[in-house]
């Protein structure tokens, strides 16, 4: 009697130590699991936060077309100054490329970024000083090379000092979506692309 009842006293006790290891290993089991999912929507949201922060950015991206060649993905087909002529916040900055005519100069460069003044930047200048600068090619042309550097600069590589085509150097200070050029001049839309160029819309026009 004694002896069945020790048998089947360890055979019960064997069976909750069976049954507590495989609980353990079960919950082992869920926190593996847990980790690997939480590492995969982390990872997740870290790819969404590097896409968005790869987009255009800005307020003033919202005056920019939805679609048509004037839109983001129309101006991302062409080469910089034809770009520029379909997009109607640059109407007057294409006026003044025309003029210094550096639209073939800008449309067959390579690699290049472009600091744009939207159309209210040209008319904060009085009327007569920017009819004067029209007239001047050669100071026109100084000027307008002053808004170009080479190489296509992302947002995370775009603040520092860069060396014009003009010749002398502009300040970007910032970072994020934050951005002001030589502390004149903001950015108000940032990394459109072009075919050839990545294009800063500015709120100023930078004079050398």
Known sequence: MNTRFLTRAGALAAAAGFAITMS?????????????????????AEEETTAEMAGEFGAACSAVPADGEGSFAGMADDPVATAASNNPELSTLVTAV?????????????????????????????????????????????????????????????AGEHTTLQGETLTVAGSGEDFTVNDSAAVVCGNVQTANATVYLIDSVLMP
């Open 24 to 44: 353990a290993c079960s919950d082992g089991g869920s926190d593996d699991a847990a980790d690997e999912t939480t590492s995969t929507e982390e990872t997740m």
């Open 98 to 158: 025309t003029e210094a005519d550096l639209v073939d100069t800008l449309n067959t460069a390579e690699d290049i970024t472009v600091f744009a003044p939207v159309n209210s930047a040209f008319a904060a200048i009085p009327e007569a000083d920017l009819n004067a600068v029209l007239a001047d090619q050669e100071m026109l042309t100084g000027i307008l090379t002053y808004h170009v550097v080479a190489g296509e600069l992302a947002p995370e590589a775009l």
